[in-house]
Protein backbone atom coordinates (compact mmCIF):
# COMPACT_ATOMS: atom_id res chain seq x y z
CA UNK A 1 0.00 0.00 0.00
CA UNK A 2 1.57 3.66 -0.88
CA UNK A 3 -0.05 5.38 1.88
CA UNK A 4 1.92 8.39 1.21
CA UNK A 5 3.92 10.40 -1.81
CA UNK A 6 6.55 13.92 -1.83
CA UNK A 7 7.42 15.15 -4.22
CA UNK A 8 7.23 18.17 -7.23
CA UNK A 9 3.70 18.59 -9.21
CA UNK A 10 4.94 18.67 -12.94
CA UNK A 11 1.41 18.94 -14.34
CA UNK A 12 -2.19 18.52 -13.31
CA UNK A 13 -5.63 18.09 -15.39
CA UNK A 14 -9.52 17.35 -15.07
CA UNK A 15 -9.52 15.56 -11.08
CA UNK A 16 -5.51 14.37 -11.11
CA UNK A 17 -2.50 16.06 -10.99
CA UNK A 18 1.33 13.91 -11.93
CA UNK A 19 3.40 13.90 -9.17
CA UNK A 20 7.80 13.94 -9.52
CA UNK A 21 8.87 11.06 -6.73
CA UNK A 22 12.71 10.87 -7.53
CA UNK A 23 11.89 10.66 -11.08
CA UNK A 24 8.79 8.77 -11.23
CA UNK A 25 5.77 10.51 -12.64
CA UNK A 26 2.52 9.02 -10.38
CA UNK A 27 -0.74 9.86 -11.38
CA UNK A 28 -3.08 10.77 -8.32
CA UNK A 29 -6.55 11.89 -8.66
CA UNK A 30 -7.91 14.32 -6.32
CA UNK A 31 -10.46 16.58 -5.21
CA UNK A 32 -10.42 20.36 -7.21
CA UNK A 33 -10.34 22.37 -4.29
CA UNK A 34 -6.69 20.15 -3.52
CA UNK A 35 -5.51 20.45 -7.04
CA UNK A 36 -6.33 24.62 -7.15
CA UNK A 37 -4.36 24.97 -3.96
CA UNK A 38 -1.15 22.55 -4.57
CA UNK A 39 -0.99 24.05 -7.93
CA UNK A 40 -0.70 27.75 -6.86
CA UNK A 41 2.39 27.26 -5.08
CA UNK A 42 6.10 25.78 -6.14
CA UNK A 43 7.96 23.13 -4.28
CA UNK A 44 7.13 19.33 -2.89
CA UNK A 45 3.99 18.35 -1.65
CA UNK A 46 3.62 15.49 0.54
CA UNK A 47 0.19 13.94 -0.01
CA UNK A 48 -1.35 11.29 1.90
CA UNK A 49 -2.96 8.46 -0.35
CA UNK A 50 -4.82 5.42 -0.85
CA UNK A 51 -4.38 2.68 -3.68
CA UNK A 52 -7.31 0.76 -5.17
CA UNK A 53 -5.83 -2.08 -6.88
CA UNK A 54 -8.14 -3.57 -9.15
CA UNK A 55 -7.76 -6.56 -12.03
CA UNK A 56 -6.94 -4.03 -14.91
CA UNK A 57 -5.53 -1.10 -12.95
CA UNK A 58 -3.52 0.56 -10.14
CA UNK A 59 -5.27 3.77 -8.74
CA UNK A 60 -4.21 6.64 -6.84
CA UNK A 61 -6.57 8.93 -4.54
CA UNK A 62 -4.31 11.95 -2.51
CA UNK A 63 -5.38 14.14 -0.22
CA UNK A 64 -3.82 17.49 1.44
CA UNK A 65 -5.26 16.32 4.61
CA UNK A 66 -5.16 13.32 6.24
CA UNK A 67 -9.21 14.03 7.32
CA UNK A 68 -10.17 13.55 3.75
CA UNK A 69 -8.06 10.58 3.41
CA UNK A 70 -10.51 9.38 6.80
CA UNK A 71 -13.46 10.59 5.14
CA UNK A 72 -12.19 8.64 1.43
CA UNK A 73 -11.24 5.59 3.10
CA UNK A 74 -14.84 5.17 5.18
CA UNK A 75 -17.03 6.62 1.89
CA UNK A 76 -15.63 3.64 -0.37
CA UNK A 77 -16.60 0.98 2.23
CA UNK A 78 -20.21 2.18 1.78
CA UNK A 79 -22.56 0.38 -0.52
CA UNK A 80 -22.72 1.89 -4.38
CA UNK A 81 -20.03 4.32 -3.23
CA UNK A 82 -16.88 4.02 -5.52
CA UNK A 83 -13.36 6.46 -5.22
CA UNK A 84 -14.98 8.66 -8.09
CA UNK A 85 -18.13 9.17 -5.87
CA UNK A 86 -16.35 9.50 -3.08
CA UNK A 87 -13.70 11.95 -4.40
CA UNK A 88 -16.66 14.25 -5.84
CA UNK A 89 -18.48 14.35 -2.48
CA UNK A 90 -15.06 15.70 -0.75
CA UNK A 91 -14.55 18.18 -3.94
CA UNK A 92 -17.85 19.57 -2.65
CA UNK A 93 -17.68 19.73 1.11
CA UNK A 94 -14.65 19.93 3.65
CA UNK A 95 -14.23 16.25 5.31
CA UNK A 96 -15.57 18.06 8.89
CA UNK A 97 -18.68 19.50 7.56
CA UNK A 98 -19.34 15.83 5.79
CA UNK A 99 -18.79 14.00 9.33
CA UNK A 100 -20.94 17.08 11.25
CA UNK A 101 -23.59 16.35 8.68
CA UNK A 102 -23.94 12.54 8.76
CA UNK A 103 -23.42 12.58 12.40
CA UNK A 104 -26.45 14.71 12.34
CA UNK A 105 -27.95 12.61 10.49
CA UNK A 106 -28.74 15.78 8.28
CA UNK A 107 -30.35 14.46 4.67
CA UNK A 108 -31.02 17.82 3.59
CA UNK A 109 -27.41 18.96 3.51
CA UNK A 110 -26.16 15.54 1.63
CA UNK A 111 -28.83 15.45 -0.52
CA UNK A 112 -27.68 18.72 -2.04
CA UNK A 113 -24.34 17.22 -2.92
CA UNK A 114 -23.84 15.99 -6.67
CA UNK A 115 -24.57 12.17 -7.06
CA UNK A 116 -26.59 12.12 -3.88
CA UNK A 117 -30.46 11.50 -3.56
CA UNK A 118 -32.36 11.01 -0.74
CA UNK A 119 -31.80 6.59 -0.66
CA UNK A 120 -27.83 7.53 -0.92
CA UNK A 121 -28.23 10.27 1.74
CA UNK A 122 -29.88 7.49 4.31
CA UNK A 123 -27.45 4.88 3.28
CA UNK A 124 -24.29 6.80 4.16
CA UNK A 125 -25.73 8.17 7.48
CA UNK A 126 -26.85 4.39 8.31
CA UNK A 127 -23.78 2.93 7.61
CA UNK A 128 -21.07 5.88 8.64
CA UNK A 129 -22.56 7.46 11.29
CA UNK A 130 -21.24 5.26 14.20
CA UNK A 131 -18.06 4.97 12.65
CA UNK A 132 -17.45 8.41 11.92
CA UNK A 133 -18.40 9.70 15.45
CA UNK A 134 -15.15 10.14 17.52
CA UNK A 135 -12.67 8.07 15.40
CA UNK A 136 -11.42 10.29 13.00
CA UNK A 137 -8.59 13.05 13.42
CA UNK A 138 -11.25 15.49 13.03
CA UNK A 139 -11.85 18.97 15.32
CA UNK A 140 -15.47 19.36 14.69
CA UNK A 141 -15.67 20.88 18.06
CA UNK A 142 -13.70 23.94 16.16
CA UNK A 143 -16.22 25.03 13.95
CA UNK A 144 -17.14 28.26 14.08
CA UNK A 145 -20.38 28.97 16.33
CA UNK A 146 -23.00 30.89 13.77
CA UNK A 147 -26.07 29.81 12.97
CA UNK A 148 -26.46 26.72 10.85
CA UNK A 149 -29.38 28.52 9.05
CA UNK A 150 -27.20 31.94 8.12
CA UNK A 151 -24.23 29.76 6.99
CA UNK A 152 -26.32 27.77 4.75
CA UNK A 153 -27.43 30.99 3.57
CA UNK A 154 -24.25 32.76 3.00
CA UNK A 155 -22.74 29.34 1.11
CA UNK A 156 -25.62 29.41 -1.03
CA UNK A 157 -25.38 33.07 -1.99
CA UNK A 158 -21.50 32.51 -3.13
CA UNK A 159 -22.60 29.04 -4.72
CA UNK A 160 -25.00 31.39 -6.84
CA UNK A 161 -22.12 34.09 -7.43
CA UNK A 162 -20.02 31.07 -9.13
CA UNK A 163 -17.97 29.87 -6.51
CA UNK A 164 -17.31 26.18 -5.68
CA UNK A 165 -19.33 25.30 -2.71
CA UNK A 166 -16.91 23.12 -1.07
CA UNK A 167 -14.34 26.40 -1.63
CA UNK A 168 -17.31 28.65 -0.21
CA UNK A 169 -17.73 26.65 3.22
CA UNK A 170 -14.54 26.88 3.37
CA UNK A 171 -14.21 30.97 3.20
CA UNK A 172 -17.58 30.74 5.78
CA UNK A 173 -15.82 29.01 7.98
CA UNK A 174 -12.31 30.99 7.91
CA UNK A 175 -14.31 34.21 8.21
CA UNK A 176 -16.08 33.15 11.02
CA UNK A 177 -13.09 32.01 13.19
CA UNK A 178 -10.90 35.35 11.85
CA UNK A 179 -13.49 38.22 12.30
CA UNK A 180 -16.58 36.05 14.70
CA UNK A 181 -18.71 37.65 12.03
CA UNK A 182 -22.01 36.03 12.41
CA UNK A 183 -24.79 38.51 11.05
CA UNK A 184 -25.44 37.47 7.22
CA UNK A 185 -24.95 40.60 5.35
CA UNK A 186 -21.43 41.12 7.43
CA UNK A 187 -20.55 37.52 6.85
CA UNK A 188 -21.12 37.38 3.31
CA UNK A 189 -19.23 40.46 2.19
CA UNK A 190 -16.41 39.32 4.53
CA UNK A 191 -16.04 35.85 2.87
CA UNK A 192 -16.32 37.09 -0.66
CA UNK A 193 -13.86 39.35 -0.12
CA UNK A 194 -11.69 36.46 1.20
CA UNK A 195 -12.45 34.27 -2.00
CA UNK A 196 -11.26 37.18 -4.11
CA UNK A 197 -8.09 37.07 -2.09
CA UNK A 198 -7.51 33.59 -2.57
CA UNK A 199 -7.96 33.76 -6.48
CA UNK A 200 -5.46 36.49 -6.39
CA UNK A 201 -2.96 33.93 -5.05
Known sequence: MISQLCGEIVASGDGFVVLDVGGVGYRVNMTATDIISLTGSPGKKRLHTHLIVREDALALYGFSDISDLSVFSLLITV??????????ILSQIPAREFVQAVTSEDEKRLTRLSGIGPRNAKRLILELKDRLTG????DTAGSPSVPGTVREDVTGALVALGFPSRESYDAVDETCRRTGQVDTQGLLKASLQLLKERKKI
Not at 135 to 138: A, N, R, T, V, W
Open 135 to 138: HLPI
Open 79 to 88: NRVGPQLALS
